[in-house]
């Protein structure tokens, strides 16, 4: 079994940063291809960023392209999203997700496990 917990989440004005940690537990992190999928009130859950278990090719969402940056830290087991100018548009619970292996795809039912979430907001 494996174990996600998401933390980072907070109140930001529009143009700010923050950085989402997802903390890996249960199984080799190493073995782990990650991501991280949102959801705002009303709308259906959308991708935002992966990264291979190799850590090669990290893939995004055209939404965040440009401003956000996934990257894995393999001596605390974690995997981070930083966000940078941020939009009241990023308004959402981010959750963090897991798959044994494979390519860093963003396709929701790829991913076998996932943390409770955690509130990102932006304001205007």
């Known amino acids: 079994q494996v174990q996600l917990v998401e933390s980072g989440g907070g109140l930001v004005q529009a143009g700010g940063s923050l950085r989402l940690s997802c903390a890996a537990s249960?199984?080799?992190?190493?073995?782990?291809?990650m991501a991280w999928f949102r959801q705002a009130p009303g709308r259906e859950r959308e991708s935002v960023a992966a990264?291979?278990?190799?850590?090669?090719?990290?893939n995004y969402a055209n939404s965040v392209k440009g401003r956000f940056t996934i990257f894995r830290d393999s001596a605390r087991n974690t995997v981070n999203l930083q966000m940078n100018s941020l939009k009241p548009e990023d308004t959402a619970v981010y959750y963090c997700?897991?798959?044994?292996?494979?390519?860093?795809?963003?396709?929701?039912?790829?991913?076998?496990?996932w943390g409770q979430g955690t509130q990102v907001t932006v304001s205007s």
């Open positions: 997700a897991a798959r044994f292996l494979g390519n860093g795809v963003l396709v929701a039912d790829n991913y076998n496990y």
């Open positions: 249960g199984r080799a992190f190493s073995t782990f291809t």
């Open positions: 990264i291979s278990w190799s850590g090669d090719n990290p």
